[in-house]
């Protein structure tokens, strides 16, 4: 009922952008937070980023604060990840998730639910 669906991702150069999307099925994407997470090879799944239902409460993770900006389109049941200035350490595989709500919690983004998440989308940032 809560399935999420990632893409956009890539290979892109040190200091390139991409836009993932996360797109929802089976429910009304307006409902919810939403929550971008990514986890790197060998470590543990971290919150990136999250949006509020209406959009209008916004966080983002310390270590991408001004190079990333998320966004939703609810009329598309969409939501987006926009990656500006990407470093290598951005390389991950990058998940969205539905959130109890959007918050902050010790430089990252809160967690979130365990019943949405995504096949995710790999990006690697590399010259």
């Known amino acids: 009922q809560l399935q999420l669906v990632e893409s956009g991702g890539g290979l892109v150069q040190p200091g390139g952008s991409l836009r993932l999307s996360c797109t929802a099925s089976?429910?009304?994407?307006?409902?919810?937070?939403i929550g971008w997470f990514r986890q790197a090879p060998g470590k543990e799944r971290k919150g990136v980023s999250c949006?509020?239902?209406?959009?209008?409460?916004?966080n983002y993770a310390d270590s991408v604060k001004g190079r990333f900006t998320i966004s939703r389109d609810n009329a598309k049941n969409t939501v987006y990840l926009q990656m500006n200035s990407l470093k290598p350490e951005d390389t991950a595989v990058y998940f969205c998730?539905?959130?109890?709500?959007?918050?902050?919690?010790?430089?990252?983004?809160?967690?979130?639910?365990?019943?949405?998440w995504g096949q995710g989308t790999q990006v690697t940032v590399s010259s």
């Open positions: 949006i509020s239902s209406r959009g209008t409460v916004t």
């Open positions: 998730a539905v959130m109890s709500f959007c918050g902050y919690c010790s430089g990252y983004v809160c967690s979130a639910r365990d019943d949405s």
């Open positions: 089976g429910f009304t994407l307006s409902y919810y937070d």
